[in-house]
């Protein structure tokens, strides 16, 4: 592929340039606006999840360390009557249960070993077990020792059924927790998860949210899950803390519908943007093809007349040295027919004498015509040397008439010069060529006369600084429907008794080209049976 088709091919798909932007600007403002909308929907979607999230993690807290607030108040109880009696603890305990509604048990243990618990009813097993040596409960229960502070655990499985979170608080002797000597013993309770969860609000029905939460033992992020479904922590939840006395849990929570996946703009936003490339893309795709079109055809038109013109050019150079060729032996028949003519012995019959006169006027006719088709095809092949200069349109008027004079007295025609000697007569052509023009009009206005006809030439100077030469003839007139073939090539116009008038219909057109080459104007007007009048106007010459 040429260059010149590549940028041709490129050049006719720029036209959809402007589309193209505009279903990208538009495709790319429609992702802009869904996912900006998306952005603001799942903004607001967390922003109420944080809120009754927020609600439940302080639910939890409250319970948990107002429970644990009472516990506290038992062990400093303790911590001061280190010899209380089972009935004092029971007393004590029974306080402690009228206002902490999620506790189940709680169980003191003097030396590891539980000596009291409350309610007694149901937990008499209880009583006796030695932490340091219970497998399931040692670990936890010598690390609140060493530790020195409560520590809340589980859920674990209760003996009795259900699930409970044990608190368990070290107790020092006068309260001096930072003495290995003063320790006497362990104070554990248990919370009810069921009720913990209830009180809570986790299983509120009206809850928008769906929650889970790690961190058994009081371990945080890293502990084990004990509540809810485990997938909520890989849905992008909401997280929080909720902080326990010692550690914390980590808590999760999603929309109980699950996070929003679609606007519910978005379907208008999709049908707005649909419109919009269908109100701007389309027209301008139509647009560009029509320009595409277009282009196609300037470019094949373009091609077109590039051959035309370049096989016209090829056709009159071959015209011009062909007339040429015809011209050098015509002139030579031409020559002899009259040195023939001239025999001054009168060697020849009469009848001989006119064929010789029938050769001379065919082959002077004939001369004509290649003498005029030579002009043209030298004009329309560039070849015509115009020679600019400045003459007496007087004189050569003048001249022509009396060339053409004699043309018109087989049918008594006659040539008034109206010409006004005072007008400024100088012009800027070329005389050979000027002279050729007037010859032209003045033949065609004798040829197309009638018996006894006239022809009147007349000059006047124009604003516009042309000298106009008019030719006035009483002829035959041309239609109005023939006037734009007059000065097309080889158009002769008219009836046939024009047709039978001698000429090649090329005369008018050469007038034309050579007028135009002189920068000068030729035009006409005429009248059907009243006469025609051609004019002509060529540049006057600077004074
Ligand atoms: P030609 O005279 O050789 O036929 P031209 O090109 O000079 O060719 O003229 C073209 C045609 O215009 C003529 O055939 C004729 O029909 C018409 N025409 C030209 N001059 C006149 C005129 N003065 N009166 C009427 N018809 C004219």
Redesign the pocket.
Known sequence: MSRQMISRNLRQWMVYVPAAIAALGIFVFGLYSLNLDQQKLEARSRTSVVNSLNILRANLEGIISGNMQLVRGLVAIIALEPNLSQKRFAELAAQIFRDGKQLRNIAAAPDLVVRFVYPLAGNEKAVGLDYRLNDAQRKSALKVRDEGRLIIAGPVDLVQGGQGFIGRVPVFKGGRTNDPDAFWGLVSTVIDVDKLYQDGGLRDPQLTIEIAIRGADSTGANGRQFYGRPEIFSSEPVLANITLPYGSWQIAAIPKIGWPKHSENELWLYVVFVLAEILLVVPMIIIGNLLKERQTHITRLETTQRSAEKANKAKSEFLASMSHELRTPLNAVLGFAQLLQLDTKATLTKTQLDYIESIRTGGNHLLDLINDVLDLAKIEADQLEIDLKTVSACDISEECIAMTMHLGDANNIKIIDNINRDVAMEVRADPLRLKQVLL?LLS??I??NRINGTVCLDAHTTKDGFLNISIT?T????APKDYER?FQKF????ADP?IA?E???????VTKLLIKSMSGRIGFN?KVDVG?T?WIEVPLAKT
Do not use: E, P, Y
């Not at 002829?475 to 041309?478: E, S, Y």
């Open positions: 032209n065609n206005a040829k197309f003839d002829g035959i007139g041309i007059v158009q002769r116009v008219g024009m008038r000429g090649t219909g090329i005369g008018l057109t005429s025609s051609f």
